[in-house]
């Protein structure tokens, strides 16, 4: 039996503005057991990326329980809480967040090199293997001393998946991860997803985008920070399945209110 990477419990997440509370999340609760693929779908401003922040450490929840591989991330520091995201987690956003001075290959190196396990000669030796291994795997090894302006928005979400996934983190959030790109490079970002994910690796995703969504495990649709509904599709097997799982996603949505 799968254990659970993510648990969260009756999460709520209340912004104050201008003397105003304003409840962003409210009483979230769902599960995520390991090799999960999840994504969350919902209207702009139902609270998906806020969901998305506050369960990985970015945000920090008002009240609630946010369980991540059996540890309790509610009482943590920030520093602790910064340490756990550089270690055991991953992060894939719509921005991407390169820096401009270095190449593809250094700037997917760049955040292992800066933490503990970065700091040895042999250990930098390994994480320079790791990073030339990830880029063979997602087929970007010709970029590698490339400057981040000189490829394509799919080639650069791929370097961003190296990225986070040089320090072999126990999840994966994505935030997004095709909202820039057109559909070849979109497509490209979901099969290098698929793959980690057929390796084992748990994620959880914010997308807008049926034909994305369609292609996980498992869709929560949130509105006003409500999960009001879920809908399992299975493992997804091929392209062959893909435009039944898209019908299917597309009918339950409209009955959600989409």
């Known amino acids: 039996m799968s254990e659970n990477t993510l648990t969260v419990k009756d999460l709520c997440k209340t912004y104050i503005v201008n003397k105003r509370q304003n409840n962003v999340l409210r009483n979230i609760q769902f599960q995520m057991v390991s090799g999960e693929f999840v994504t969350v779908m919902g209207p702009s401003g139902s609270g998906k990326s ?10 920090r929840m008002t009240s609630g329980e946010v369980i991540f591989a059996g540890q309790s991330i509610a009482g943590l520091s920030d520093n602790q809480m910064s340490d756990l995201r550089l270690k055991e987690m991953g992060f894939v956003f719509q921005q991407m967040h390169m820096l401009r001075n270095l190449s593809v290959y250094d700037n997917i190196i ?22 030339k291994d990830l880029m063979r795997r997602f087929e970007i090894i010709d970029i590698a001393d490339n400057d981040i302006t000189e490829v394509s928005g799919g080639q650069l979400q791929r370097a961003c998946i190296c990225r986070a996934l040089i320090n072999h983190p126990k999840m994966l959030f994505a935030d997004e991860p095709t909202g820039s790109l057109n559909s070849k490079a979109a497509d490209e970002v979901m099969e290098t997803l698929h793959l980690l994910n057929c390796d084992g690796v748990t994620i959880l995703l914010v997308t807008h985008d049926v034909k994305v969504a369609a292609r996980t495990e498992r869709v929560l649709y949130i509105v006003d920070g409500n999960i009001r509904g879920e809908l399992p599709l299975g493992k997804y097997a091929g392209p062959h399945e893909t435009r039944d799982r898209e019908k299917k996603l597309s009918a339950w949505l409209m009955d959600m209110g989409w």
Not at 50 to 59: A, I, K, P, Q
């Open 50 to 59: 806020t969901l998305l922040y506050t369960v990985s450490g970015m945000d």
């Open 110 to 131: 760049l955040a292992a090199y800066n933490s503990e396990n970065g700091r040895t000669p042999a250990q930098r030796k390994q994480i320079n293997e790791n990073a």
